[in-house]
């Protein structure tokens, strides 16, 4: 059992190569960043919906939380990273576990509805509050102060790239043990058998809050290294697409597995890069299609093939 | 009675129109080997269902050794020692059955909560889990996720599940339903293997499975109790005679 | 204020109209249809190039647009819905997104993204006023063909289930689905017959409401929300349940709008969360409705 937790070598290696990356190969340093984001959001929806079955369709309220704190503490207090992000995790961090009083009880469908209701509020909020929030124009402006009082975010993009991998590092390891742990298991025993994990006494509710709220302030980090790392913070941020793409990444990459979320971040920026340049309503049209086949196909039979031989699931 | 160590007094349970459990009131004594019989639909699983928390009485009160466990979480009464199997099989799919009695004897023994620590890594957790294993013959697919296990190995992780949380009183619904009659005898002899003061309450259809096991005897019919006593005054029953002679007709 | 009310009323019977068929598919086949609202969108694209390209009067175009989005409802049930049943919950949601994303991207590419404007007949401009000051209840006339329309297609539904064998067959599947089948019910052609009707009266309550909501691409996941609020409040176990589901939605909405018009969406939603949170199965759900 224990030695599922051991660093494998292509673990290794896959993060050695993504530091090296943005230094070795300046033009991308800023897609790096883009996708380093990308997987952290990932990754705290996987916390949620791979592990714990939590269907949310507004999880992109987190992500959005975290970007608004963030640019308006860097505005408006203090101009250091690390102190923003902090400050956006909080935030999201605190909304999360309000708002997991609402995923509690009821059905797929209700749990759709009460996150995608959650971050359709914030929106509205959000656009309300234009004095504060900029409205539709967004929230410009927004300067961060040198990492560690020596390194700048450049234009160039490779120290915000290693700042977003260095977050993304953090918190996916920090998430990876969560996952391997006993704590981890019975989120796994409550998306499998809800009923059955209550009858060996997992206290169902206290951990979906627990897990939601994680889940939310990994979220609000991503948005808050989003914020920071692009001088600005729009109303798209809480947008439906923003929740549906990141399932769709988590999707794609697999779900219940972590890498999972880095993995589908990458295809996935990579992929739409490469089709958007064609024409912007393909991309959505191939999304589509994509979505359908893969489900028809089954979801993991195709994203694994290594499981092909082996079967089943790793934890 | 104030030796029981789980009872029921007067419990009441509507469905809108319909009442599942009517004005029952049972009494588990220490050590008990109780058996709950009836025919299908007399509420049986409603019963517990009830005890355990899954379902709120509409009336009426449950105790647990002295203390009113009526409005009790599930998750807690099975902290106190109340654990129960399901007739049909609930189980997690995705784990081995490995994974799943470490899991339970993690939760069990309180480490569900540790998030730092890898699942598995304590060895009182891995010897019972040993333990266990072998115990129920599982060794074999201890690896192999759950949902490819055959049927037999199932049942077999079903309860071995329940001798996980080390119950205090242990709930047995039909726990050899479907095993093969072969493996039927050596399911039992592990129930009954268990320690005198643990009070279990079987709910069972074989006959003879129940009369060799059983030292008391409920019968439930229609949600309410038809009578109660030792095996052999039940057996000898006219009455719970008449409610099976239906029963033994329809299987055949 | 009367006003307000019965431009509400209009709205939440348009709104049950189109939500109608998903309570239903969710009830029968327990299947999460993200791609409703691309249904309606057909409908109202249907009825607005007929009327444009081929200059067909607008009444003419209503049971076009319900039987051709019925038929395409069908053909897709049973091609492409039918394999999903059983699977989970979340693949249901990928699925019907990814429909939804084909569906606005090839209308988007064909048609442009553009609003389409729908000429009402002349029969239907207009407006009448009863009462006077606070009082008054203008009635536009087009509303009230919806209310009235909305309102024949309501008691139909609700006489369709409750008297005709098919009704019955439909009832007895969304109770026990095994059960049903066991008595000789043929559940396949019950799910086809009802998700074609689901989507064809979508398509209507598209072409009805392309005037009133606006048609563009972007309808199916503008709209979607509002569908999936009158589902998940009113229930699946009746049509009545949806249909106050949508009427409370339907006033709200409107009269959210009107008085604070930057918050309005606000309270529809976090009246939705509310309810739900309150009452998961639904506001208007009798003992055991299903999850």
Known sequence: MSSTTNWRWWELLLWCGAFAMPWLWAERALVINEIAILALFAVSLDLILGYTGIVSLGHAAFFGVGAYSAALFAKFVHPDPLLGLLVGAACATV???????????????????????????????????DGLTGGTDGLQGVVIAPLFGRFAFDLYGQVPATYSLGVLLLLFVLARRLVQSPFGATLVAIRDNRLRAMAIGIPVAQRLVVVYTVAAGVAGCAGALLAQTSGFASLDLFEFHRSADVMLVLVIGGTGWLYGGVLGALVFQVLQKAISSVTPQYWTFWIGLFLVVLVLVGRERLVR??????????V | MNDAVLSAHALVKRFGGITATSNVTLHLARGARHALIGPNGAGKTTLINLLTGVLQPTEGSIRLQGQDISRLAP???????????????Q????????????????????????WWQALGADAEVQRRCDALLQQFHLQEVRAMPTRVLAYGKRRLLE???????????????????????????????????????????????????????????????????LTEGDPQSIADDPRVKAVYLGEEVAHG | MLTLLFDGIAYGMLLFILAVGLAVTLGLMNFINLAHGAFAMAGGYITVLLMQRQGWPFLACLP????????????????????MYRKPHLDQVLFSIGLTFMAIASVDYVLGSSQQILQLPEWLKGRTEWGEG???????????????????????????????????RLRAAVDDQRVAAGLGINVNVVFMATFAMGSGLAGLGGALGAEVLGLDPGFPLKYMVYFLIVVAVGGTSSITGPLLAALLLGVADVAGKYYIPKLGAFIVYSLMIAILVWKPQGLFVQRGGKA
């Not at chain 3, 203008?138 to 009704?167: D, E, K, N």
Request: aromatic residues 6%; contains cysteine; hydrophobic residues 55%.
């Open chain 1, 95 to 129: 909304l999360g576990a309000v708002c997991s009083a609402t995923i509690l009880r009821g059905s797929d469908l209700t749990r759709l509805m009460v996150t995608l209701g959650v971050a359709l509020i914030l929106l509205e909020l959000a656009n309300k509050f």
């Open chain 3, 134 to 168: 606070a009082w008054t209840l203008g009635m536009g006339h087009y509303r009230l063909f919806i209310v009235a329309v909305c309102a024949v297609l309501t008691i139909a539904l609700q006489l369709i289930l409750t008297r005709t064998r098919f009704g019955s």
């Open chain 1, 305 to 314: 093939p290594w499981t092909w031989r082996f079967g089943g699931q790793r």
């Open chain 2, 91 to 114: 189980l997690f799919d995705s784990l081995s059955p490995q994974q799943t009695l470490t899991l339970v004897l993690s939760q069990h023994l309180g480490l569900g909560a540790r």
């Open chain 2, 75 to 89: 998750h807690l009464r099975v902290r106190r020692g109340l654990v129960r199997t399901f007739q049909i099989n």
């Open chain 2, 159 to 225: 309860i071995a599940i329940a001798l996980a949380c080390e119950p205090r009183v242990l709930l047995l619904d039909e726990p050899v339903a479907g095993v093969p009659a072969g493996e039927r005898e050596e399911l039992l002899q592990t129930v009954a293997a268990l320690p005198a003061d643990v009070s279990i309450l079987l709910i069972e259809h074989d006959m003879d499975l129940v009369f060799s096991f059983a030292t008391r005897m409920t019968v439930l019919v229609n949600g309410a109790v």
């Open chain 3, 64 to 83: 076009v647009a319900f039987i051709l989005t019925a038929l395409v409802g069908a053909v897709l049930e049973r091609s492409l819905y039918r394999p």
